[in-house]
């Protein structure tokens, strides 16, 4: 039993900033190595950014997702991958809390644990004795190389039922690392594929993936603690957005770090910022970033709110979550797109900043879960009365 007093959103949201130089200074390398900097892991655990969504007798914080938000965003603002790494690292540390309690107490005992994870039933299980033997390969698996433990989905084939899909917690160590992270965008993420072998996964360690998708414990210890009480979609949404809206934030320190030692080629403007363009770019790129930040912060504040009283959740409000990450992933990458333009030629350099932030913002986009389009139907569908298309709600 770990229990410590846990950190003010305040001073987490502190501890994300002080991060800045670190990170920054990282974050060209961890994007031509393809996985974040040694140093840059440390100072994340150092600053107790693993511990945000463990349990509080692990040592926990028990952070609510506006915390998640806001401290996603400064990292974001310094180094894209980390934040999403971070991120990516919150959500299947906070399904590991629906486990039961010694399945918990295994994964929490290594201090500062990264726990990686999918959500793609992209392998097969066969019931075995006491437990599940898995054959397969995940994808875009965050932060891989850094983790000791993944959450992995399957798809198990009883004798005498339909295909069920399940969730379970493997050792990265028992799993093979495929180093295939080769892409333009969020490269410093390291998110290779991960391969299991006839893997044997004990019982105890599997999950119903609907149960999970619905909030259902096997941890009565967690039960009771609000921020374990929201289903894995709002919360796998919240955990989310925070790094959107943290690179559209980059996007404008890298704007306004270059402007007053520009001009616009081939016009009068001597100075950018005395030009008319440059005050409508700024306008709307600024004001896109403040979109995204409330339709950030109505979600967070939508998953705390219904965590905190354990109310039931309707569709519709299931529905809005997705919508809500897909707004802040839209807005963000249009206010960078924005910048991007008004950056000039000087800023195709690759050691140009913005480089990094637009191909960033580019690749969280086109995650499949993040898409704005998708999220976008799914709400309206909702909304005019007709089936969800999807289970991940």
């Keep these: 039993m770990r229990v410590a007093e846990a950190p003010t959103r305040a001073q987490l949201v502190q501890r994300a900033k002080d991060l800045a130089p670190v990170l920054k200074k990282h974050a060209e390398q961890s994007e031509q190595d393809r996985r974040l900097h040694e140093e840059t892991i440390e100072a994340l655990a150092d600053a107790g950014i693993f511990r945000m969504r463990v349990p509080a007798r692990y040592g926990g914080y028990e952070a609510g997702t506006r915390t998640l938000v806001d401290v996603a965003a400064e990292l974001g603002r310094a180094d894209g991958a980390a934040a999403w790494t971070a991120s990516v690292y919150w959500i299947p540390t906070w399904m590991t809390c ?29 019931p075995a004795d006491g437990g599940v033997v898995v054959n397969g390969k995940w994808s875009f698996v965050s932060g ?23 969730m379970a917690l493997v050792p990265v160590s028992d799993l093979q690392i495929v180093d295939d992270w080769h892409t333009f965008g969020l490269r410093g993420t390291g998110s290779v594929s991960t391969v299991a072998q006839d893997l044997f996964v004990p019982q105890e360690r599997v999950m119903p993936l609907g149960a999970v998708l619905q909030g259902q414990h096997a941890s009565p210890l967690n039960a009771d603690t609000p921020i374990y009480r929201a289903p894995l979609l709002p919360v796998a949404s919240a955990s989310s957005v925070g790094t959107a809206l943290g690179l559209a934030r980059a996007a404008r320190d890298a704007f306004f770090e270059r402007m007053p030692h520009r001009g616009i080629t081939y016009t009068g403007y001597g100075r950018q910022a005395e030009a008319p363009l440059t005050h409508h770019q700024v306008a709307e790129a600024v004001l896109k970033t403040d979109q995204a930040e ?10 705390d709110g219904k965590s905190e009283t354990g109310s039931e959740w309707t569709l519709e409000e299931r529905a809005r979550a997705r919508a809500d990450m897909g707004a802040v992933c839209r807005l963000a ?34 995650h499949a879960l993040m898409n704005p389009d998708t999220n976008s139907e799914l709400y309206g569908r909702v909304l005019c009365g007709q089936e969800p298309d999807t289970l991940y709600l």
């Excluded at 991007?340 to 000087?346: E, H, K, L, Q």
Aim: aromatic share 6%; glycine share 6%; net charge negative.
């Design 294 to 303: 409330f339709h950030a912060h109505r979600l967070a504040s939508l998953v």
């Design 144 to 166: 891989a190389l850094h983790s000791q433990w993944q959450e992995i989905v399957a798809v198990v084939q009883e004798a005498d039922g339909p295909p069920q899909p399940i």
């Design 333 to 366: 990458k249009e206010a960078v797109t924005v910048l991007a333009g008004a950056s000039g030629g000087s800023s195709v350099y690759s050691d140009a900043p913005m480089q990094r932030i637009a191909r960033d913002i580019q690749a969280v986009n086109l």
């Design 98 to 126: 629906l486990f039961p309690e010694h399945v918990q107490e295994e994964v929490f005992s290594t201090p500062d644990v990264r726990i990686c994870g999918t959500l793609s039933p992209s392998a097969l299980a066969v």
